[in-house]
């Protein structure tokens, strides 16, 4: 082992041959991973705590959730279950996740989306570099933004429409919006907030309130 390094032995012999293919290991992810297996449940009182999660109720006897990650954003879970149900949290902060945005700070106040307890950020988590795409309504010219949790940096980088075209677009939704996602992403279907935003159509000629971005 030199550093981060380590060799493995991936052994098929070809007559006195041996191949041997060497592999990256980093033990900051080892690290990580362990304690992800050793994650707990927290009560905390703040209801905009990294890590808290929700429970959303999507209006026809079923309910979606989220974690909240760093500063603004939040990843929803490809998850449904009946509302009231019982979670383990432990369990549903493992499912696959289906989108990652930026939300509103009222989601998370009273009157807003169900409180439940906080499973805390991964150490790759915290440190997690996010990117979000951006189209100048004037020049057409589309790029990168980026922020940075660890450091509180962010910036901007060129880039193509093609490269932006499989990020979210840097906007902040709202609770209403994106719970009518989650029952279109439940159903199978387009969501009208998705497709209005895509930066191959942005920004409309007219917008109305059917295709005004929800932010």
């Known amino acids: 082992v030199m550093g981060s390094w380590c060799a493995l032995v991936a052994a098929e012999e070809c007559g006195p041959q041996m191949e041997v293919t060497w592999i990256a290991w980093n ?68 499912s696959r996740v289906a989108f990652t945005v930026w939300v509103m700070d009222a989601a998370f106040r009273r009157g807003g989306w169900e409180l439940l307890d906080v499973v805390p950020l991964s150490e790759s988590e915290r440190a997690k570099v996010e990117h979000r795409a951006k189209k100048d309504p004037i020049s057409g010219e589309c790029s990168i933004y980026w922020t940075d949790a660890v450091s509180g940096s962010f910036g901007e980088i060129p880039a193509s ?54 932010c």
């Not at 907030?193 to 059917?210: C, F, Y």
Request: aromatic share 8%.
């Open 27 to 94: 033990p900051q992810t080892v690290a990580d991973d362990d304690a992800v297996q050793h994650r707990k449940v927290e009560r905390v009182a703040r209801a905009r705590a990294p890590g808290r999660v929700v429970r959303i109720d999507l209006g026809d006897g079923r309910c979606a959730y989220g974690r909240r990650l760093n500063g603004p954003s939040v990843e929803f879970y490809d998850r449904v279950d009946a509302y009231g149900e019982s979670v383990d949290l432990l369990d549903l902060v493992a």
């Open 161 to 214: 429409l093609e490269e932006c075209e499989y990020l979210e677009v840097a906007a902040v939704w709202d609770a209403r919006h994106v719970e009518d996602r989650l029952r279109d992403h439940f159903d199978g279907r387009p969501n009208e907030w998705v497709e209005s935003m895509r930066l191959s159509r942005w920004p409309p000629g007219n917008p109305t309130p059917s295709n005004r971005p929800p």
